[in-house]
C-alpha cells in the first residue's frame, strides 16, 4: 500500500525557534492534511491542502502541497511551549466515496521553553 | 456545528473478555466514518471503515469487528480480547470536502 515518509521523526528546539517538516511518497496524492496531537487526546486537524502548489497558513503554521503532489511540508513560526506534540501528515488519493488517508509516522516536537 | 464523541474514555480488560466501543456523530447525516487503532509506537492504523449504515469494509484482518446500526453510530467490537488489542482507538468523521475529524479516543489496556 501507499507509505508517507515523514521527516524528522522527532525534533526538540528552543523556544522562538521556527520549526520544519514534511512528508514525501511515492504515490501522488489529491489531498494534504497535517494534524496535531497531544498526550492522551485525538489528533487535531490543522491545514487542509487541496490543489499542487497551494501554500496555506494557519496563525504561525504554514503548508505547502508540492508541486509534484508526492510531498508536502509544514513550518512553525517562533515556536511556544504549547507547540509541543506529534505532528502526522496524511494523503488522500482520492478517486472514491471511502476518503480514506495515508499517515505518516509522525513527528515527535518538544519545545523547551 | 458536528461533533464526535467517543466511549468509554478509558477502559482495563482482562485477556479473553468482550468488547465494545462506541462513537457517535452529531451535526451532520450519512457520514464516513473511521476506527483507527494507534500504538504506542505513534502510527495511526486504520482498522475499519463506514460509508453508510451497514456498510462497513475492513482493512486488517484481526480479532476486532465494526458495525454501523444507525447513520451516525459506529461500534467496535470483539468477541474475545487479545494482549496485543491494547492501544488508543480513535474514530474520525468526514466532513467538508475530505477532511478527517477525530474523536478524542479510547484507551484500552488488556491485562
Known amino acids: 500500500g501507499q507509505q508517507l515518509n515523514q521527516s524528522p521523526q522527532s525534533m526538540f528546539i528552543q523556544e522562538g525557534e521556527d520549526v520544519s517538516m514534511n512528508c514525501t511518497s511515492s504515490s501522488i496524492f489529491n489531498t494534504w492534511l497535517w494534524y496535531k496531537q497531544e498526550p492522551g487526546e485525538g489528533p487535531v486537524l490543522l491545514i487542509a491542502?487541496?490543489?499542487?502548489?497551494e501554500l496555506t497558513s494557519n496563525g504561525r503554521l504554514t503548508a505547502q502541497f508540492g508541486i509534484t503532489r508526492k510531498d508536502s511540508f509544514l513550518n512553525i513560526s517562533a515556536s511556544i511551549p504549547s507547540d509541543v506534540g506529534i505532528y502526522f501528515c496524511?494523503?488522500?488519493?482520492?478517486?472514491?466515496?471511502?476518503?480514506?488517508?495515508?499517515f505518516g509516522k509522525g513527528t515527535l516536537l518538544t519545545v523547551n521553553p | 456545528s458536528q461533533t464526535i464523541h467517543q466511549w468509554p474514555a478509558t477502559l482495563v480488560q482482562p485477556v479473553g473478555s468482550p468488547l465494545s466501543l462506541e462513537c457517535t456523530v452529531e451535526g451532520t447525516s450519512n457520514p464516513n466514518l473511521y476506527w483507527y487503532r494507534q500504538a504506542a509506537g505513534r502510527g495511526l492504523q486504520l482498522l475499519f471503515y463506514s460509508v453508510g449504515i451497514g456498510q462497513i469494509s475492513s482493512e486488517v484482518p484481526q480479532n476486532l469487528s465494526a458495525s454501523r446500526p444507525q447513520d451516525r453510530q459506529f461500534i467496535l467490537s470483539s468477541k474475545k480480547l487479545l494482549l496485543s488489542d491494547s492501544g488508543f482507538y480513535l474514530c474520525a468523521y468526514v466532513a467538508g470536502y475530505n477532511e478527517q475529524f477525530f474523536g478524542p479516543g479510547t484507551r484500552l489496556t488488556v491485562l
Open positions: 496524511a494523503g488522500e488519493l482520492s478517486g472514491g466515496s471511502n476518503y480514506k488517508l495515508t
Open positions: 491542502l487541496y490543489k499542487a502548489g
